[in-house]
């Protein structure tokens, strides 16, 4: 019997996807969801939910909520009195009805963070960075964007979306971007778009060079500080203010869920800029504003980070207490001197393997960083320490690693960073 049309596609469409799947299963790259319970004023520790309906005491070492804001009592009051006094959702987006004085507040806060005249809230720092990216050309006609080679995916994604020129240049090469910078005609509007801290290697932009690059050819500078803000600088506002450099940038891109505790992106950066983004992005126009109890508690963050050094500096500690403790056992940790700290595995089937078993055996939640987030051969499990990561907690990983280590056999030679 012929098959009918609709059973046809079916096979296909089941066929196409099996395929898919299978790749990832071959590649030992297949990403499954843990499902972790945090528990409120206990992070990092968690319970992670069994199919069984049993549950396990677990650690989570691979968190981006690396200060612990994310149940910290300044947030949740915000966030609380602000649920009782607007309700769950904003009811929509910014221009419609979704702009309150919860809005407005975390805007001129974040412009203050950053010495900028004003900011612009999006729902995350990926839909931040994508949307602003992908505006520019509209404002500025002819835009040639210099993109670091490791820049984040959002940033790809924005500038592959714009339909302008790029050039995409050498990881923090300087003389590789000056190359290009000449070879792009005077008068050429240009903007050089990079991060401050790459997460995957923890390593830092030099910005202060890419600035005296940006003034000598004229070119606009747009940083993601994503990793950096509310971990460095004397307030929290990142690299560039611990470095003294906010002033030379333009365009300063954040996130709200990360050190912050919250949820939500957003850039800072001139009233006019801000301005023609609000009025030209699809991706800011089109959206639901933050639910303004999400926006009160990143306010209430980012107010109180701006005078808390102290949880900065054990932020930095257990950091440098960790890389330590696996320097010690002759681990192949990639050091730039950053909060993060990556563990390079160099196997996809071995680094699945090591964060499952750190998981099952000693309650440890790390997940693997698998390509195509990192080049094939570059493999690797990412430590994020936090300031309520004990001794204790460190020393259990650091026995779990050891053993595991051992195990698989694996190369104990350090990296250079």
Same mark, same amino acid.
């Given at each position: ?34 499902d972790v ?6 992070f ?101 964007i210099l993109?670091?080679?490791?820049? /984040? *995916?959002?940033?790809?994604? #924005?500038? +592959?979306?714009? !339909?302008?020129?790029? $050039? ?16 792009i ?13 790459y ?16 003034d ?10 994503? /990793? *950096?803000?509310?971990?460095? #600088?004397? +307030?929290?506002? !990142?690299?560039?203010? $611990? ?27 001139s009233?006019?800029?801000c301005?023609?983004i ?89 997940q ?15 430590f ?17 690693l ?11 030679a350090?990296?250079?960073?």
């Amino acid at each position: 019997m012929t098959q009918s049309p609709s059973s046809s596609k079916a096979a296909f469409v089941d066929a196409a996807l099996e395929s898919a799947l299978q790749t990832l299963h071959d590649e030992g790259r297949y990403r499954t969801f843990i499902d972790v319970e945090r528990a409120q004023g206990k992070f990092p520790h968690a319970k992670r939910r069994l199919a069984d309906g049993t549950s396990q005491d677990v650690t989570i070492w691979c968190g981006n909520d690396y200060l612990g804001m994310g149940q910290h009592p300044v947030v949740l009051e915000a966030m609380h009195d602000a649920l009782e006094a607007t309700g769950a959702g904003s009811g929509g987006t910014r221009n419609i009805s979704g702009t309150t004085v919860f809005h407005n507040a975390l805007e001129a806060e974040l412009a203050d963070l950053h010495g900028k005249e004003a900011a612009l809230l999006f729902t995350s720092a990926y839909i931040a960075n994508d949307a602003t990216l992908s505006t520019l050309p509209k404002l500025f006609p002819g835009l040639v964007i210099l993109s670091d080679a490791l820049n /984040h *995916a959002s940033m790809i994604e #924005g500038i +592959r979306r714009n !339909g302008g020129e790029k $050039r995409i240049f050498k990881h923090n090469d300087l003389a590789d971007l000056r190359a290009h910078l000449e070879a792009i005609p005077q008068g050429t509007p240009k903007l050089i778009a990079f991060e401050s801290i790459y997460s995957m290697d923890g390593d830092f932009a030099p910005i202060a060079a890419i600035c005296d690059l940006a003034d000598e050819f004229g070119a606009l500078t747009y940083i993601d500080e994503v /990793h *950096a803000v509310g971990m460095y #600088g004397p +307030r929290g506002a !990142g690299v560039a203010e $611990r470095d003294g450099l906010m002033a030379r940038i333009d365009i300063i891109n954040g996130t709200l869920a990360k050190a912050y505790g919250v949820m939500g992106g957003y850039i800072a950066a001139s009233a006019k800029m801000c301005d023609a983004i609000r009025s030209y992005a699809p991706g800011f126009i089109f959206t639901t504003s933050l639910p303004p109890a999400v926006a009160a508690g990143a306010c209430a963050s980012v107010k109180f980070l701006k005078t808390d050094q102290e949880l900065r500096q054990k932020h930095q500690d257990a950091a440098a207490v960790l890389k330590l403790r696996l320097r010690g056992l002759g681990l192949p940790i990639i050091d730039h001197g950053s909060h993060i700290v990556p563990v390079h595995v160099g196997d996809p089937v071995k680094c699945k393997m090591i964060s499952d078993r750190l998981l099952d055996e000693f309650g440890i939640y790390v997940q693997p960083i698998n390509f195509p987030t990192v080049p094939r051969g570059t493999e690797r499990l990412r430590f994020t320490p936090s300031p309520v990561h004990s001794a204790e907690m460190i020393g259990d990983l650091v026995t779990g690693l050891d053993a595991l280590w051992s195990h698989c056999a694996l190369n104990r030679a350090e990296l250079s960073a």
